[in-house]
């Protein structure tokens, strides 16, 4: 990847012979940017271009250049990238749009590409593609020309559109190097990350993402990376209509956005959601060291955005810290003995009374962030333009609390007022101080440092890769287990199941719940009846012999009535069991692999949504994490007398499905509805395994 960012040689093939305002020509943007290194340009019939002289074709190039960019027709790149392999270039830019994410004529192009550079060793970013910006040393391959930082941040964006380089300022605020993966035909997001993981001068690193292949690598890749770096995220393509736009503008299938949200939990990245969410939590990381608790501290000039601040936390996920009492009687003041503090901390009725407000703030933030308690600060205040408010200034207050503040806790800041632009600029130059647009945006920033410190501490997976077939395998004739047949899997993992039988003799269902003992079930077991409740296939509540005979005939009748040419396995006669019903659940995606789902069960369970979602294999912690996560949580405690089910043994229930699953890839789908959990333990009532 080195190439692409810092090239010693460049071959430029495409560049149009104008110049100047609205020509979009990628020399001069390059030359502009900063480039030093030698250009070479192919050109069929201009004999020089910005001052360089050109080549009619790329073997006339006097020497073997690190680096090609083209950015010509589409019917015109694999001539040109072919023209490139034979004089021995192996690093490509394909600028050019038209490919997969076009049409069916331009994906068997790309395709054509992609055969064409991978037999010759050969790597190409793109296409699509608005290439490589690296502020550090002064190289672009854009033909849009964006300003260069002149103090670059350790912040490397890895994106599948251009427009994240053009808008820097709505999305990443800075940039020190992007790489534009665009189609990603054969760089991708793991080659970015790997080059990320060694690169010196990257410390946080963005993605945005539409689509993913190889989910599995990437992972493995990501997890080894994010204790050491954040890796960020904003995935695209949450909705239906995000996911047809994504496929139509990069060729990218999303895949199932929960599944996302799993895989990057499992790794340990952090993920966004908003272009807000994304500059906040970028301008948090460029700035502070990470919240190593939830507490923050809230010094406020009005009540009202103490609460505003309050509801904040509570929705991103940090807590308001304890008001040290020790600093009460340096802030109180008894002129004002009816204001007491607490936090929030409002300051203005004691800036009025004492005289300075900015005096009281300054007081304040040294005071909280000394507590042990204090994890953060976020100093709310105004900035006006008037000169009858010119006292209201913070930058060498600011800096006098940062020389005291030897822990470095971040301290964020929202300035409101017409002359609160200008203050926030100032205030960004201090060390270890941000400003944001808003009190939402700078409790998200700093949320996401305590979200990245507490993944640091965690124990992150590194089993990815889904192992070959080393098990028996599970085997179905028409590729679907129902009933005993599908329950005997589970016990093999350890996954308790009611006692129960399948036969079509009702006396043998009589006779086995005469032994079991009363009350029982009877359910239809038919691959074409697998939605049975819906279709009227289970009775419950059989209590006596007479009932369970006259149930089982009904049951019979009722599916050959329905289903004549049905294959019917038989009925299933089980002992009728009580509890809380919830639903365990494998679905093998096609990034990710196995995925394991736990929620609430029951006819229910697709109209309340209640579900959480890991990829296998998942430890005891993650299935216990995943249930106490749930909507359902507080019943499984117990309510109202109940009590509580045995958490405990749903987790190792979890654990069981999970090595199941990686077990067996055969398995494309598995439902366990319901799985009852009651206090002594739990038991699955009902299953269906669908191979693939």
Known sequence: MEAFLNPKSVLLVGVTRRTGVGAYNNLEVMRRYGYRGPV??????????FGHPTYRSVAEVPQVPDLAVVSVGRDRVVPVVEDCVRKGIRNIVVISQGFADADAEGRALQDTLVSLCRDKGVRVLGPNTMGTLNAFDGFSTAFIDIARDPAPPPLTLVAQSGVLQVGIESFTGRLGKAIDIGNGCDIHFVDALRYCADDPKTEIIVLHMEGMRDGRTFLEVAASIASRKPIVVLKTGRSRAGAR???????????????????????GLIRVRTMVELRAVCK???????????????????????IMTADACEDFGLQLAPFPEAARSLLENPKIAWHHLGNPVDLWPLGMVGGSFPEVLEKAAEALLASEDTHAVLAIFPRMASPLHDNLRYEALLRRVQEKNGSRKPIACWVYGDGAREEAERLDRVPGVACFAGIDEAVMGLAATYRFHRLRQRAVSK???????????IQ??????????????LRRYGIPTAPSMVTDEPEAAVGWAH???????????????????DAGGVVTGLDDPDVVRGAFNDLMQRFRAACPDGELTGIQVQKQMSGWEMLFGIKRDP???PVVVVGMGGIYAEVFQDVRRALAPVSFEEAMDMITSLRLYPLLRGVRGQPPAHLESLAAALVGLSKLAWDHPEVAELDINPVFAFAEGCCAVDCRIILG
């Open 40 to 49: 070479f340009v192919v050109h069929p019939s201009e004999t020089e271009i």
């Open 245 to 267: 736009a994504a496929l139509s503008h990069t060729g990218s299938m999303v895949g199932e956005d929960a599944v996302f949200d799993a895989a990057f939990q499992k790794a």
């Open 284 to 306: 948090a990381f460029l700035h502070f060291r990470p919240m190593v608790g939830p507490n923050l501290a809230v010094l406020t000039a009005t009540g009202a955005c103490g």
């Open 463 to 473: 089993t990815f890769v889904v192992p070959a077939q080393v098990r028996e395998k």
């Open 476 to 489: 179905a004739p028409k590729g679907m287990l129902l009933g005993e047949a599908a329950m005997e899997w």
């Open 515 to 533: 032994q079991t003992g009363f009350p029982v079930v009877l359910k239809v077991v038919s691959p074409q009846w697998v939605h049975k409740s």
């Open 591 to 593: 990034q990710f692999g």
